[in-house]
């Protein structure tokens, strides 16, 4: 048997599993960020804005989950997160999300750029989870901007 055509054995992908649980769970924090910050953007503008990009989050953790168990590991559970936009008003919370979207995309854009990574997986963060993450970031300026002028 040619030793390329040699089924993977465990652990040989346990790298890329770590790399791409870490985005999951990012993913989860996210979108557990977001569905605290709607609790107080409820009857405000951005309201819808916030639960489309947290529809996204889940999306995406969806999508990473995906990848994990096709590598052969063991997707991650959400964990305890930490958010800057736990607190705050509707102008410091948008901008702690935005600052959290800055981080992710930092994340996502540094797991692309691992040689390791099987292109399936590429491919799927960069279709799924990138375009989503500078749209994010896109439309928290824009609310954040529209809660400055008021």
Not at 58 to 84: I, K, M
Not at 103 to 121: D, H, I, N
Request: hydrophobic letters at 45%.
């Amino acid at each position: 048997m040619n030793p390329a055509s040699q089924p993977v054995g465990p652990g040989a992908r346990a790298a890329e599993v770590r790399l791409l649980n870490a985005l999951l769970r990012s993913e989860l924090a996210a979108a557990a960020a977001y569905e605290q910050a709607l609790s107080r953007f409820a009857d405000r503008p951005g309201f819808s804005v916030l639960q489309g990009i947290a529809h996204h989050h889940q999306a995406a953790a969806a999508v990473l989950r995906d990848q994990v168990t096709n590598l052969g590991g063991e997707p991650e559970a959400a964990g305890l997160y930490d958010s800057a936009a736990a607190g705050g008003g509707a102008e410091s919370t948008i901008q702690a999300l935005r600052v959290e979207e800055e981080g992710r995309l930092a994340e996502v854009e540094r797991v692309l750029e691992e040689e390791q990574m099987p292109e399936e997986c590429r491919f799927a963060i960069r279709t799924e989870v990138l375009p989503r993450c500078h749209e994010h970031i896109d439309a928290l300026a824009a609310l954040a901007a529209k809660a400055r002028k008021g």
